[in-house]
């Protein structure tokens, strides 16, 4: 498959995505516990009104949260309808980003060199597919992070991928769930959903970022120990706030564990930009 199919694919999913993705981190049996522990670790990472680029940041839900912070962002995407709500509801809220821009995170010509304190990459490298992509995209990042700044990137493991798969589609994603098992390589014939990943091995993430020129700060499991039960969760919510609040914390205070990495649908990585 070619480049340009590839991106007109993953540009064509989110603009069918529309409002749903607005409220996917807000979603308790999708997204919530997520958005609770990526706070918590943005909040230990980030540097004090930092400039920083949200890329693939879609309806802007962390320009939102950073610009309350005191950060000044730049909001990119792919998908002009993911960029048309961004700028909706940024604007109901009376916050006011540097920018808001369509940009392929293959290319940030756009931007300067060193000119982000930090990047947020949470989603571009797993929805790209190829080698080659994903390390257009890794140099890119890297050249428009300032030396000794932050890299906050997530990716998708292979092993809760192919469960999920195989436990929602049965019969009919076996042979997808073999490639993907094999290679790490995902891409979904089927329109509507996910339309491809790449899904790592939880040793070769540090290792692939490091590559490029980033000292790892931290790796850990974006849902925790959380993920398998995520429905389980949002039921003790709404029962009991303060047991919820209890497991959230103790999600967050061990998902850095080797032992658990692997059980997490995505990882959060954070690196630190060296110089030369």
Known sequence: MTEPDRVGIVRDYYEQRGESELHRLDNPFEGAVERELHRRAFEELLPAGARVLDLGGGPGHWTAWLLRRGHSVVLADLSATMLDIGRRELEAAGLVPDAVLEVDARDLSAFADGEFDAVLALGPFYHLVAAADRGRAIAEAGRVIRPGGTLLAT??????????????????????????????????????????????????????????????????????????????????????????????????????????????????????????
Do not use: K
Request: charged content about 20%; overall charge negative; proline content about 4%.
């Open 155 to 276: 990716v998708m493991t292979r092993y809760p991928w192919v469960l999920g798969a195989l436990l929602e589609g049965g019969s009919a994603r076996v042979a997808a769930a073999r490639e993907a098992l094999a290679s790490g390589e995902f891409r979904d014939p089927d329109p509507g959903r996910l339309t491809g990943a790449h899904l790592f091995r939880v040793e070769e993430v540090a290792p692939f970022f490091e590559a490029a020129g980033f000292g790892t700060r931290r790796l850990m499991a974006s849902q925790g120990i959380l993920h398998l039960v995520q429905e389980q969760v949002a039921e003790l919510r709404e029962r009991d706030a303060a047991a919820y609040d209890a497991l959230i914390e103790m999600a967050y205070s061990c998902s850095t564990d080797p032992s658990i990495l692997g059980i997490s649908n995505h990882l959060l990585y954070a690196g630190e930009r060296l110089s030369g």
